[in-house]
């Protein structure tokens, strides 16, 4: 079974930047869209950014402009660069496929940001 490990995450104050990085236990190039979510407190879920193989990219209209999405296939590793943060980006953040396989959840990294 695929194992994904999302670190990173940390406490910062609006404006400033972090870099998640999701490690996963099998080669991910086999997997055409990667992904990560997030979820705040009392909220359901949400896609924030997806990666095709070849570097093709969306994103919530939320973070357009400040996340980039990247995947290093070669080292099995999805990132989310995120930059300016906002008091609403703070929440867990998930990697997983997209879609989404249940079984594949890992705990996620916490992002908080402050004013």
């Known amino acids: 079974q695929v194992q994904l490990v999302e670190s990173g995450g940390g406490l910062v104050q609006t404006g400033g930047s972090l870099r998640l990085s999701c490690a996963t236990s099998?080669?991910?190039?086999?997997?055409?869209?990667m992904a990560w979510y997030r979820q705040a407190p009392g909220k359901q879920r949400e896609l924030v950014a997806a990666?095709?193989?070849?570097?093709?990219?969306n994103y919530a209209d939320s973070v357009k402009g400040r996340f980039t999405i990247s995947r290093d296939n070669a080292r099995n590793t999805v990132y989310l660069q995120m930059n300016n943060l906002k008091l609403e980006d703070s929440a867990v953040y998930y990697c997983n496929t997209r879609p989404q396989r249940n079984d594949y959840w890992g705990q996620g990294t916490q992002v908080t940001v402050s004013s």
């Open positions: 099998r080669s991910i190039f086999t997997i055409n869209i």
């Open positions: 990666i095709a193989t070849g570097g093709s990219a």
